[in-house]
């Protein structure tokens, strides 16, 4: 169990170590994934960015994400960049696959995806997606992302704002 997001990226950052000096960017999916990659950032010495995804949730469950979209307008520089994309996790890996096809659709050259904890199919579906794949815990039962934090609040774009200054 991760004490909270921060946490989650301090350890992600340990695990990603190799890519200092090797990746040029790192991208957090707002709003969650953003406080996952400030410390990594941090630690790696790589620029952080963020990117908007939005989930599409299921009618009866709307935290379950049936599919994401991300839109457009955002003008993040991946063109032939070895990119790092970081999010708090994945419970159906929507939102991680949408940002993962933003990247390659923008030219990104290679793409690692980092995750504090995501069950064991996501892991095998974003293996087969791009060319690496960190995810600190894939447990079997998994429910929510959430239940795998002891602190997990909801984050507003302020704070969004904060972890990038």
Known sequence: MFTDRKDAGL???TTLRAYRGAADQIIGLARGGVAVAAPIAKFLHIPLAVLVVKKIGSPGNPELAI???VPERQTIDVQK???LLVD???ATGETMRAAVAWVKNHGAEKIICALPVAPPLVAKQL???????VILETP????AVG???KNFPQ???????KLTA
Not at 127 to 133: F, N, P, S, Y
Not at 140 to 143: K, Y
Not at 155 to 161: A, C, M, R
């Open 81 to 83: 960049k070895t990119v």
């Open 155 to 161: 984050l507003s774009d302020e704070d969004v704002v």
């Open 88 to 90: 708090d996790g994945a």
């Open 140 to 143: 079997s039962d998994f429910g």
């Open 11 to 13: 350890r992600l950052a």
């Open 147 to 149: 239940a795998f934090y």
């Open 67 to 69: 599919g994401a979209v």
């Open 127 to 133: 293996r087969a997606l791009v060319d690496d794949v």
